[in-house]
Structures are given as C-alpha cells and as structure tokens.
C-alpha cells in the first residue's frame, strides 16, 4: 500500500490529532519505496504469517533453524542455519520488500561486491586485475560476528520506529543458547542484554541472557551484512586512498592492491586493517591473510589476475575439467561413471557442463574449446538436453 494512501485513511480513521500526527508523522519518515510497518500483528498481516508463530519468534520461546555444519577446503567446518518454512517465509518478505529496495541497495558501499546485482566474485576480481601487489585478509566468523543491535540500527536508520526495529532485529537473528560463548564472556555489553529468553527442546530447557547474530543460511543475512558493514568499508576506503590502493569486501574477503613495496609495508597495512575491524567487532583470521607481490601467485575471489592480458580461470580449476574430458573419451561416459562412483551419468554430466559455461564466462575461447569437446565426447549430452 502506498503512503499517500496510509495517510489518507490515517485521517480518515477519527482518531485524536495528537495520535494522528504520531501515525502520520512515522510514515512520513519512511522512504517511499519501504514498506510501512505498525506494530507486530501487522507485519503477521503482510506476510500473512499466524500471529502466535511470529510472536514466538520474536519472543525466542523457541529454535526456528536446523543448524549442520558443512566442511570448508580451508579445513574446518562452517556452521549453517537453515530457517524453518514459516520463519523463511518472514525472512524473505523483509529481503524482498525491505532490504532489496533501490533505497536500500543505494546505501550499500560501492566497494562491496557481494550479494549484489550486476557484481560479484568476477566483478570483484577485476576491481584489482593490472595492479602490481596485494593484500588479503578474512574476518573470523563473518555473519556470527554481527549482533542484534546492529541489526536493530539498520532499521531504524532506514525510519522504522524502535518497536518494529525489535521485531525486524529478532526476527533475522538467531540467540545462541550456550553460556561457555567466548562472545559473552569478552564482550557483554555486545551480546548480553538484561532479559532472559526460554529454549526448549528434547534434550534442552535452559535459559539464557544472549543476544542474537545473523545467522548464516538467512535470506536475510547477506544484505544486511553488507549494511552493517559500510562503517567497515568507508574506514578502509580512507586508508586505500592515502596510499592510493585499491580496495574491495567480498562478504568476509578483504582485498587492498597496488603498489605495496615491501612486506614491512604490507605488515603496516595488515595492522591499519586489523585495527578497524576490530573497532567493528570483527577479529582477522591471521591464517588466511596473505600478501602477494607482483610475480607472484595472485588469485582473488578464485580468479587469476596474474596474466596481463586478462582475468583467467585457475589452471588447477581448468586441468580438472581437462582430465574428465580425457577420461570421458577414453573410456566412454557410463565406464567412466562406473570407475569413480558415479551412479547418475546424466547428473554427472549437467554438473561437468556448469563447470565448463563457468570457464567461458571468464575465458571464452578455451570455453567453447572444452564445450565442443563435452559433445563431441558425450553424446548422451544432446539426449539429456531434449529431455530438459
């Protein structure tokens, strides 16, 4: 519903002046293109939500996420929040009516290059392609690092009034349930609050006084990320500009490239980074941060940017797909299947096509090349196709 239409039946409801212009003067300052918002039944109305299951989110009574961890090839393991349906169902509505607004997306920082339309892993890559030397870092815990109440200023700068930034903050977080949280025990005024929040379950019926993170699996999650993150990014832009780098977040991915003489210079950078970050809340996972000089192995966001003339696809990447092709041909697709384990040749095949389009929107010719060879090595490749 329009805002020209919210006032006038604001007028029309023979409310007193004094809460009439409370109403009017709230929906005034939300921006045209944001939803209005009044209270929480209403939003249990616009997203056509039962109230009881909205005011239970909101009020943690219980887990609305299926947590598993998946492993990382850096080693390690990355924990994911999968929403239930009727939380998804919340969180996607306030991604595509709020933070998906052209408003919204205008106060995104320019060199943020994730989860954003017309950019992303290639965009970001080539931000830096021709500079001589870079500089990479990673934030320890990304999206777990984000609390609550940075959440809850997200959507009061965007105009909500105090109540529904509460709702909004509570329902894109997640409360984690265990005291022994390194978090609470280093910092409680950023993840502990005064109120005490019941989870039940089979095996747990405990309460704790924690305040919520994004969580990672949340359609909500990534834009709000990037929100939280411009303080980030316009800190780390001054500092690239005084020494005339270039810099660009990609998520949890920090890169700084130009001219970085030595390492004692990288070193500096490094710590200039780090200290921002940690002003944010954020912590430097040390182990993924790099510095690469020119002549070096450079690769960001799984793109090589070592060739002169052009971005390129990593040569591990592309020999892999080389070596099934070779495969293919030698022993024919369901002998091949049969070798490594492969039960559906027809999946196998779809996945070995993605991987090839992905080398041609990067590398065009060698693209095509591996492309023709697909076909002309698997046959079935047409059949499968007709029947798509």
Not at 53 to 79: A, C, E, M, Q
Not at 308 to 331: A, G, T
Request: proline share 4%; aromatic share 10%; hydrophobic share 35%.
């Amino acid at each position: 519903m329009s805002h020209h239409i919210y006032l006038k039946n604001i007028s029309n409801q023979g409310f007193n002046t004094q809460y009439t212009n409370q109403l009017k003067t709230y929906v005034t300052r939300l921006n045209k293109e944001l939803p209005v918002i009044f209270s929480l039944k209403h939003l249990a109305l616009l997203t056509d939500t039962p109230y009881p299951i909205l005011y239970s989110i909101v009020h943690r009574t219980n887990d609305y996420y299926r947590v598993f961890p998946i492993s990382k090839r850096s080693g390690g393991k990355r924990w994911i929040c999968v929403p239930s349906k009727s939380l998804l169902k919340i969180q996607r509505w306030i991604n595509k009516e709020i933070l998906s607004s052209e408003f919204v997306l205008n106060n995104i920082s320019y060199n943020s290059t994730a989860y954003i339309n017309k950019k992303g892993h290639v965009f970001n890559a080539t931000q830096h392609f021709g500079n001589n030397d870079i500089v990479k870092l990673d934030i320890t815990r990304f999206f777990e690092s984000i609390s609550e109440r940075q959440v809850f200023h997200v959507f009061n700068n965007l105009g909500y009034k105090p109540y529904v930034c509460f709702i909004l903050s509570r329902v894109c977080t997640r409360t984690i349930r265990l005291f022994s949280d390194k978090r609470m025990l280093t910092d409680p005024k950023r993840w502990i609050t005064d109120k005490e929040y019941k989870f039940s379950s089979s095996t747990l019926n405990q309460k704790a006084q924690s305040l919520g993170h994004l969580p990672q699996g949340a359609p909500t999650s990534p834009l709000l990320s990037n929100l939280i993150s411009q303080n980030i990014d316009k800190k780390i832009v001054e500092i690239a500009n005084n020494k005339y780098l270039t810099y660009t977040r990609y998520s949890d991915d920090l890169v700084l490239s130009g001219d970085i003489e030595s390492r004692v210079e990288a070193s500096a950078l490094i710590s200039d980074i780090s200290r921002v970050l940690r002003e944010e809340g954020f912590k430097v996972n040390f182990q993924k941060t790099k510095y690469r000089p020119k002549g070096s192995r450079q690769i960001i966001t799984g793109i090589c940017i070592n060739d002169s003339r052009q971005i390129r696809v990593p040569r591990s990447y592309k020999d892999k797909v080389r070596q099934e092709l070779y495969y293919i041909r030698k022993f024919g697709l369901s002998n091949h299947c049969l070798k490594i384990g492969v039960q559906n040749p027809a999946t196998y095949l779809l996945r070995l096509e993605g991987k090839i389009k992905y080398i041609s929107s990067i590398e065009k010719t060698n693209g095509k090349k591996m492309m023709e060879e697909l076909i002309e090595y698997a046959p079935e490749m047409k059949l499968i196709k007709n029947l798509l």
